[in-house]
């Protein structure tokens, strides 16, 4: 699909532009290793399971043969009142900074956000200038400092082993790979939250297993009759000393799996010698059971301001009731920017 917007073309990624978009990456943003960008792009893109043939990786704005734009599209799928569909995550969404003003990302947001590309267009860590956009263009942008949905374990790495014993009639193991088990968990849960990344196996398998910059910690809470209840992944920034709870997924209601799952980042934490772990955990109905646990274990409110979810709410069936932002489920490690992930060793 092409577009001329003045002397601008509005285009479709084609693979030889990788090149020209790592460069026009390092102009607008702060300059990253070049070999570790070509990383995560086939990362994102070309490994991604969920690639399809109709949407390209990305638009670009091309100049007079040279690229000055770019924004992402990342294949997710996501659970939409139980019904699993292929959405878009918008990510590095950059204009050359002699081009910036002419309303170039303006038109690139307003593409993603057009109803007939997805149901559910969404952008993690969307910058004040992206979310502005968003919004004008008819979108909702959820920000953690308003809410008070992120929290924070001081001292994680001080507690004593008797804080990190699971409850009983929980085990805990460790995670290799997912299996088909965790699409019947992400279905469950899925009751209780109506839109959310549908974390079957072949999405936690990319997105954590086989992220290619430090795997995480990743481990599993089961029943007493072996049944899968939960899981938790774990990030360490060794840079910064903390870890980053990127997943602490179980049904709202199942208090003895979230208990265990907490219990078991904190011996992660101690283990490892993380200082501080965040969580974050929405201040929505579904959460509400959620943010009392992580209190009652030790956690506490902090203000984030940079972290925030952009999204276009789906049109809905006349039968059901609309969608709310409360509806949206999300977690750090829903998008590859948040918290800065994206650009942490594990």
């Given at each position: 699909m092409s577009t001329r917007l003045d002397d601008v073309e509005l285009r479709d990624f084609?693979?030889?532009?990788?090149?020209?978009?790592?460069?026009?990456?390092?102009?607008?943003?702060?300059?990253?290793?070049?070999?570790?960008?070509?990383?995560?792009?086939?990362?994102?893109?070309?490994?991604?399971p969920f690639r399809s043939g109709r949407v390209p990786s990305a638009w670009v704005l091309e100049r007079r043969g040279t690229i000055v734009g770019n924004y992402g599209l990342v294949p997710t799928p996501v659970s939409i009142d139980g019904k699993v569909e292929l959405c878009f995550n918008g990510i590095d969404i950059a204009v050359a900074p002699?081009?910036?003003?002419?309303?170039?990302?303006?038109?690139?947001?307003?593409?993603h956000l057009d109803p007939k590309l997805c149901r559910f267009p969404f952008i993690t860590a969307p910058a004040p200038a992206v979310a502005h956009l968003v919004v004008r263009s008819g979108g909702t942008v959820v920000r953690a400092a308003d809410e008070q949905s992120v929290f924070v374990l001081h001292d994680a790495s001080s507690a004593p082993?008797?804080?990190?014993?699971?409850?009983?009639?929980?085990?805990?193991?460790p995670i290799e790979s997912f299996d088909r088990s965790f699409d019947a968990l992400a279905a469950k849960v899925a009751a209780r939250h109506r839109i959310q990344?549908?974390?079957?196996?072949?999405?936690?398998?990319?997105?954590?297993?086989?992220?290619?910059?430090?795997?995480?910690?990743m481990v599993a809470a089961a029943g007493g009759a072996g049944e899968l209840r939960g899981f938790l992944v774990l990030?360490?920034?060794?840079?910064?000393?903390?870890?980053?709870?990127?997943?602490?997924?179980?049904?709202?209601?199942?208090?003895?799996?979230?208990?265990?799952?907490?219990a078991g980042a904190k011996e992660i934490a101690r283990a490892r010698g993380i200082v501080d772990v965040y969580a974050l955990a929405r201040a929505a109905p579904a959460q509400e059971q959620?943010?009392?646990?992580?209190?009652?274990?030790?956690?506490?409110?902090?203000?984030?301001?940079?972290?925030?979810?952009?999204?276009?709410?789906?049109?809905?069936?006349?039968?059901?009731?609309p969608?709310?932002?409360?509806?949206?489920?999300?977690?750090?490690?829903?998008?590859?920017?948040?918290?800065?992930i994206g650009g942490t060793d594990g």
């Open positions: 084609r693979p030889d532009d990788v090149e020209a978009v790592l460069a026009l990456r390092a102009r607008v943003f702060p300059a990253g290793d070049l070999a570790r960008e070509r990383r995560r792009w086939k990362w994102e893109f070309d490994e991604n002699e081009l910036q003003g002419r309303g170039l990302g303006a038109a690139m947001i307003a593409r082993a008797s804080a990190t014993r699971p409850p009983s009639g929980v085990a805990l193991r990344v549908a974390r079957d196996h072949r999405y936690l398998d990319w997105r954590y297993r086989d992220y290619p910059f430090g795997r995480p910690e990030q360490h920034d060794r840079a910064k000393g903390v870890g980053y709870l990127l997943e602490l997924f179980a049904a709202p209601d199942d208090e003895p799996a979230l208990l265990a799952l907490i959620v943010q009392g646990l992580l209190i009652a274990s030790g956690f506490t409110s902090v203000e984030e301001k940079s972290l925030a979810l952009a999204f276009r709410l789906p049109r809905n069936e006349a039968s059901a009731p969608f709310t932002p409360a509806d949206v489920y999300w977690s750090p490690g829903d998008g590859d920017l948040l918290f800065g």
